[in-house]
């Protein structure tokens, strides 16, 4: 089973930045809507960006502005460059397709935003 490959997350101070990348094998990689997803214990996991294959973009109402979503079909990568970071977007971080059948969930990479 496939399973995307998460990383770039650390420990931050409020207002400071991240580049989070993520991987995923196989040869279908630019053929699908791929997004970034955020969770906190407790709380279900939620869908923060979003990029088609032919790069059409959206973001949640909390990350809009903040984060930018991007991706590379030549090396299978999609990447989440956050800016400004708040304390509110300590999570971790996943990726995965959009619609459709998923991967299987990632370990994800854990951002921590100190206050």
């Known amino acids: 089973q496939i399973q995307p490959v998460e990383s770039g997350g650390a420990l931050v101070q409020s207002g400071g930045s991240l580049r989070l990348s993520c991987y995923v094998s196989?040869?279908?990689?630019?053929?699908?809507?791929m997004g970034w997803y955020r969770q906190v214990p407790g709380k279900e996991r939620e869908l923060v960006a979003r990029?088609?294959?032919?790069?059409?973009?959206n973001y949640d109402d909390s990350v809009k502005d903040r984060f930018t979503i991007s991706r590379d079909n030549a090396k299978n990568n999609l990447y989440l460059q956050m800016d400004r970071l708040k304390p509110e977007d300590t999570a971790v971080y996943y990726c995965?397709?959009?619609?459709?059948?998923?991967?299987?969930w990632g370990q994800g990479t854990q951002v921590t935003v100190s206050s």
């Open positions: 196989g040869n279908i990689f630019s053929f699908y809507e």
């Open positions: 990029i088609t294959s032919d790069g059409d973009i």
């Open positions: 995965n397709r959009v619609t459709g059948w998923q991967y299987d």
